[in-house]
């Protein structure tokens, strides 16, 4: 599994975002390892079918802004990996932890936290290129 | 490694962090895989040093509210764990997702990521008891 692979289930799970195609969001998650999520503002949520429901609110509502990523980093941790971005919707800017696991040859998601970003947060010191 | 273990793990990161021990917050950060971090407001923190250093400023800024936690879960995910908790922080409440990995035959903690929940958050479903 590579980094490539990774980050294109990444790009998944936003189209599902960008798109409110709740059948893909429901394809990008883990369906046998435990997932999670905890959306900005609110706690955390355990269980493929309390996180799917979060999803069907979120998606259904509609009417939000765009959304877009940008600096994409991905971290691999043995089977596990994890990609993070920010999140660009509108004027607001979330930074976003997205946590995949292999299951059937795939990568899929296990849990994603995205919360805001402060309008005058300064940006992230050069640090290393990982990937 | 058990539940137990990674529990015993991100209480230890929390008392680090209650009591300011920089040192022992370093002994709890990964030293092989890599490591990240999401302070809240803050965008994604990429690299050890860089994020033992957003630890040190934040550690030696002190006078804070203290933190606890409450409501841990834990995700057995194959070689990694994700532990979910909220931090109470005087008044304030945040998400916090932990993900740690197995070096050297403990857990260590290979990205932190808080948020706030907003004040008019509801609870959490039941959920099912994962463990």
């Not at 490539?4 to 936003?14: E, M």
């Not at 009417?63 to 509108?90: D, F, N, S, W």
Request: with cysteine.
């Amino acid at each position: 599994m590579t980094i490539d692979a990774v980050l294109s289930a990444n790009r998944a799970f936003y189209r599902a975002f960008a798109t409110r195609d709740l059948d893909a969001m429901d394809r990008i998650w883990a369906r046998r390892a435990e997932v999670a999520c905890i959306h900005p503002g609110a706690k955390p949520i355990l269980g493929r079918r309390e996180v799917m429901a979060s999803w069907r609110d979120i998606l259904a509502a509609g009417g939000g802004p765009r959304i877009e990523t940008r600096g994409e980093r991905t971290l691999l941790l043995g089977a596990a990996a994890l990609v993070l971005c920010e999140e660009v919707l509108g004027k607001g800017v979330l930074a976003a932890s997205n946590l995949f696991v292999v299951e059937d040859g795939e990568w899929r998601l296990a849990h994603h936290q995205a919360g805001p970003v402060a309008a005058d947060a300064p940006p992230p010191g050069p640090g290393p290129t990982l990937h």
